[in-house]
């Protein structure tokens, strides 16, 4: 038996719904379906339950983490430490998949190989049309450099600790899995003669300046060079030193509401944010938030004069690059932590809540 596992923030419930309804008209039903929400906000999730209840076969993990990066191998994780069957896929909650899908699976599955399948892209217009699954027109296809829909031999993937929780944002983790399994002794195959997925096309909200949801501007190209450098070490197992897989307590997500045991307002200078990272190391049970806003415009002419003048100034950085240094800071050396993060990039304020 197969477990599916699929991965869900704030997505349109349009392309949720079509990718169930696929699931739920499988020839073949003889799997288990589970659906992660890893961080989606408060009022979509009381939402997203309600819809489910039209989906008895799925199994909902709700991970209260609103506010903090994306961190699909820490979602897919939470499902594989759960997983008992032989089997595990990692799905995609934009998918639209072919009517016989388990079918093929069943028939493709081995002991010790990894599969990965092609994938068909559908543009915006036809994704919002209702169809049967042949019907659908194809944009382009997927090569075999995207390896993110995967069947595994459970045992085999947890033996490799699962997902890199290194990850955060977009890109890079499932290719990473791959190097890993590689590095292990164990095949990689992709499944290219027929098309059996079909991915529907959604805008990335994320990358827009009027979300607030914490996004580091080139985070994929840090998870890219990391996993080049699972190649050059020859890595097999990943979150050696650190728990995996673990499922943030609703309880205590809910103490990032308290009243924080230590609070401050910031300016984004330098020296400042410095000084105020290097204070985490002595931070322990405590709930430390800070506010960081921006300056005029007239400030940062002031100190640019007494730079000139050969005065003592501050340096002023720019509020992105702030941000930048932020979510490193968190994704190197905090991740395992609970936290809230957001960036209004209209008034130029990052806010930061970090439990210890």
């Given at each position: 038996?197969?477990?599916?596992?699929?991965?869900?923030?704030?997505?349109?419930?349009?392309?949720?719904?079509?990718?169930?309804?696929?699931?739920?008209?499988?020839?073949?039903?003889?799997?288990?379906?589970?659906?992660?929400?890893?961080?989606?906000?408060?009022?979509?999730?009381?939402?997203?339950?309600?819809?489910?209840?039209?989906?008895?076969?799925?199994?909902?993990?709700?991970?209260?983490?609103?506010?903090?990066?994306?961190?699909?191998?820490?979602?897919?994780?939470?499902?594989?430490?759960?997983?008992?069957?032989?089997?595990?896929?990692?799905?995609?909650?934009?998918?639209?998949?072919?009517?016989?899908?388990?079918?093929?699976?069943?028939?493709?599955?081995?002991?010790?190989?990894?599969?990965?399948?092609?994938?068909?892209?559908?543009?915006?217009?036809?994704?919002?049309?209702?169809?049967?699954?042949?019907?659908?027109?194809?944009?382009?296809?997927?090569?075999?450099?995207?390896?993110?829909?995967?069947?595994?031999?459970?045992?085999?993937?947890?033996?490799?600790?699962?997902?890199?929780?290194?990850?955060?944002?977009?890109?890079?983790?499932?290719?990473?899995?791959?190097?890993?399994?590689?590095?292990?002794?164990?095949?990689?195959?992709?499944?290219?003669?027929?098309?059996?997925?079909?991915?529907?096309?959604?805008s990335k909200e994320y990358r827009s300046?009027?979300?607030?949801?914490?996004?580091?501007?080139?985070?994929?190209?840090?998870?890219?060079?990391?996993?080049?450098?699972?190649?050059?070490?020859?890595?097999?197992?990943?979150?050696?030193?650190?728990s995996w897989g673990k499922i943030s307590?609703?309880?205590?997500?809910?103490?990032?509401?308290?009243?924080?045991?230590?609070?401050?307002?910031?300016?984004?200078?330098?020296?400042?944010?410095?000084?105020?990272?290097?204070?985490?190391?002595?931070?322990?049970?405590?709930?430390?938030?800070?506010?960081?806003?921006?300056?005029?415009?007239?400030?940062?002419?002031?100190?640019?004069?007494?730079?000139?003048?050969?005065?003592?100034?501050?340096?002023?950085?720019?509020?992105?690059d702030v941000n930048d240094r932020l979510?490193?800071?968190?994704?190197?050396?905090?991740?395992?932590?609970?936290?809230?993060?957001?960036?209004?990039?209209?008034?130029?304020?990052?806010?930061?809540?970090?439990?210890?």
């Amino acid at each position: 038996m197969i477990t599916l596992v699929l991965i869900n923030r704030n997505r349109n419930f349009g392309i949720i719904k079509k990718c169930l309804n696929s699931l739920m008209l499988q020839s073949n039903t003889d799997f288990e379906l589970i659906l992660v929400d890893y961080g989606s906000e408060e009022k979509y999730v009381i939402d997203l339950e309600k819809l489910l209840i039209e989906y008895p076969k799925v199994k909902f993990i709700k991970c209260s983490v609103h506010g903090q990066l994306w961190n699909k191998s820490r979602a897919i994780n939470i499902a594989l430490k759960q997983a008992v069957n032989p089997y595990f896929l990692i799905g995609d909650i934009d998918m639209i998949y072919h009517q016989d899908f388990f079918n093929y699976l069943d028939k493709l599955k081995s002991e010790q190989k990894a599969i990965y399948f092609k994938v068909g892209f559908l543009n915006r217009e036809e994704s919002l049309n209702e169809k049967s699954f042949a019907d659908y027109k194809i944009n382009h296809l997927s090569s075999i450099e995207a390896t993110g829909i995967t069947l595994y031999p459970t045992s085999l993937l947890k033996s490799i600790n699962g997902y890199d929780e290194f990850y955060h944002g977009w890109g890079a983790e499932d290719t990473d899995v791959h190097i890993r399994f590689k590095n292990a002794g164990y095949a990689v195959e992709f499944y290219e003669k027929k098309t059996l997925l079909l991915h529907q096309w959604h805008s990335k909200e994320y990358r827009s300046n009027k979300s607030k949801a914490p996004f580091h501007s080139t985070l994929e190209k840090i998870n890219h060079c990391y996993s080049q450098l699972a190649v050059e070490m020859a890595k097999t197992k990943a979150n050696v030193n650190l728990s995996w897989g673990k499922i943030s307590n609703e309880s205590d997500c809910l103490k990032l509401n308290d009243s924080p045991d230590f609070s401050t307002t910031l300016e984004p200078v330098d020296a400042q944010i410095k000084s105020f990272i290097a204070q985490f190391k002595d931070c322990s049970n405590k709930l430390i938030s800070v506010e960081i806003k921006d300056v005029s415009i007239g400030d940062k002419i002031k100190q640019t004069l007494k730079k000139i003048l050969g005065k003592k100034y501050m340096i002023y950085l720019n509020m992105n690059d702030v941000n930048d240094r932020l979510l490193e800071e968190i994704v190197f050396n905090y991740r395992a932590q609970l936290y809230f993060y957001s960036f209004d990039r209209q008034k130029n304020i990052i806010t930061w809540k970090i439990l210890f």
